[in-house]
């Protein structure tokens, strides 16, 4: 296997891994002063649920490609879906951007997976 190769079977699970942990970052304000463990606890899971979803979308798509190629986009317009209106227009681009790219690397790593399965 090239270089190039396993950079494209690589990026684009490493990187649903990475922005995975970025959205975790954002559950940390649940950490304030004056809230029980439990509420803590409750509002930590809450808020990493869809880290968790981008975690079973990274297990699903390993070996299925065509599973991140089309899950990726879908939650990105959900999250478009859902949010529309509550946040400026720059952070459905932050949010949105990195899960369309991962999209696109998955259905790259697809369509080679499949092409060198018909040469090989």
């Not at 649903?16 to 304030?32: C, G, N, R, T, Y």
């Not at 803590?40 to 990493?48: D, P, R, Y």
């Not at 999250?79 to 529309?84: M, Q, V």
């Not at 369309?100 to 790593?109: D, E, G, Q, R, T």
């Amino acid at each position: 296997m090239t270089t190039s190769r396993k950079a494209l079977l690589w990026a684009p699970r490493l990187l649903l891994i990475v922005f995975a942990l970025f959205l975790v970052i954002f559950s940390f304000d649940v950490f304030e002063e004056g809230k029980g463990a439990l509420e803590i606890a409750f509002g930590f899971v809450l808020h990493n649920i869809p880290s968790m979803i981008l975690g079973l979308l990274v297990f699903a798509a390993w070996r299925r490609e065509w599973i991140g190629a089309l899950a990726c986009p879908v939650l990105a317009v959900v999250y478009i879906g859902w949010g529309w209106g509550r946040f400026p227009t720059s952070v459905y681009f932050v949010m949105t951007t990195p899960l369309f790219l991962i999209a696109a690397l998955y259905a790259a790593n697809w369509k080679l997976r499949r092409s060198s399965a018909r040469v090989g």
